[in-house]
């Protein structure tokens, strides 16, 4: 079956840095548009990364210069890192896999990640 787990977050310091990984499998992890979404408790959620094949990526103004996504295909693994941490980003980050030759759409169960001092 179709599974998303992210993995890598926790408590982190203003301006420390964190990296998420989303390991993938039940699909075919190389032709899937592979997106990093947040969500802040009473907001709504939000794509903060995407990710194609080979290595198009798009970022959110918000994270642009800070945060990093990659993909390994011979790993189905993707992956987010952040530097330069603020308040602002604790969120719980969902992984997400979009297909671009069907409907399917894919989540994670979410990693908390906090920003604190």
């Known amino acids: 079956q179709v599974q998303l787990v992210e993995s890598g977050g926790g408590l982190v310091q203003p301006g420390g840095s964190l990296r998420l990984s989303c390991a993938a499998s039940?699909?075919?992890?190389?032709?899937?548009?592979m997106n990093w979404y947040r969500q802040a408790p009473g907001k709504e959620r939000e794509r903060v990364a995407r990710?194609?094949?080979?290595?198009?990526?798009n970022y959110a103004d918000s994270v642009k210069g800070r945060f990093t996504i990659s993909r390994d295909n011979a790993k189905n693994t993707m992956y987010l890192q952040m530097n330069s941490l603020k308040p602002e980003d604790t969120a719980v980050y969902y992984c997400?896999?979009?297909?671009?030759?069907?409907?399917?759409?894919?989540w994670g169960q979410g990693t908390q990640v906090t920003v604190s001092s």
């Open positions: 997400n896999a979009q297909s671009v030759a069907s409907t399917n759409d894919y």
């Open positions: 039940g699909f075919d992890f190389s032709s899937y548009v």
């Open positions: 990710i194609r094949s080979p290595g198009i990526r």
